[in-house]
């Protein structure tokens, strides 16, 4: 269910209860049981409940890191993914249109976020962007992502956050574009606000089930750079 403000929040009973009850912690244990060995030993541990099952999500498809420091800030759960297309005639080695994309992403606990400190993030993904990515014809897009995890979300916060997109196109398009993005969470109001291309989102709604969707993290991703 979404509010006015764009914010969504999970559906529940006249109870209070959810109306299809999902146990993420079970759903997460079930999946990671079936991943090697040396990929759950490679991923972190926070000292944090809910960043913990964020990264059982997240874990397939990213590489974490934890206490990441960027341009003087600490980040306490830091991912980067990387997605290639190649098309290809009858053998490998006759590739062609090579296309690479990426996400980078940064995840902290901020109390009371305010539309300033957002602001702020926005212009430090733009210095991210222009530090990481290699502009060149097999960059298509790049995505640059900011999730707080926060006590409250004011009404100015979540519209800023539901109405925002940043897209810089790089020569024109021609070497590709990028997305910065931002996602604004309240778990234990089991509320969150993404901005319009902020994908990951999905990954922190620990109240919904997505570890069986249609189409997994990677795919949507992909799908969204190379259509």
């Known amino acids: 269910m979404s509010d006015a403000d764009g914010t969504e929040r999970a559906g529940s009973d006249a109870d209070g209860s959810s109306a299809d009850a999902y146990d993420s ?41 934890r206490d990441r420091p960027v341009h003087g800030e600490r980040w306490e759960m830091y991912g980067e993914m990387r997605v290639r297309n190649q098309k290809q005639f009858f053998h490998p080695a006759l590739s062609y249109a090579d296309h690479e994309a990426e996400e980078y992403l940064f995840v902290r606990r901020e109390r009371r976020p305010t539309v300033d400190e957002l602001r702020r993030l926005v ?3 733009h210095e991210v962007a222009d530090e990481r990515i290699v502009a060149d014809e ?24 539901s ?10 398009g021609y070497y590709g574009h990028y997305d910065v993005n931002l996602v604004v969470v309240v778990p234990e109001e089991q509320r969150l606000v993404a901005s319009e291309a902020a994908d990951v989102a999905e990954a922190f709604r620990l109240w ?6 249609e189409e997994g993290l990677l795919s949507r991703f992909a799908r969204r750079f190379w259509k």
């Open 208 to 213: 919904e089930d997505v570890s069986e969707p």
């Open 123 to 125: 212009e430090t993904g």
């Open 25 to 65: 912690e079970r759903a997460a244990a079930e999946a990671a049981a079936e991943l090697p060995e040396e990929i759950r030993e490679a991923v972190p541990d926070w000292d944090d409940e809910y960043l913990d099952r964020v990264s059982d999500r997240l874990l397939y498809n990213y590489d974490l890191e």
């Open 138 to 161: 097999e960059h298509f897009g790049t995505d640059v992502s900011f999730v707080l995890v926060c006590a409250a979300l004011s009404d100015d916060v979540a519209g800023f956050v």
């Open 163 to 172: 109405g925002f997109r940043e897209r810089e196109l790089l020569k024109f």
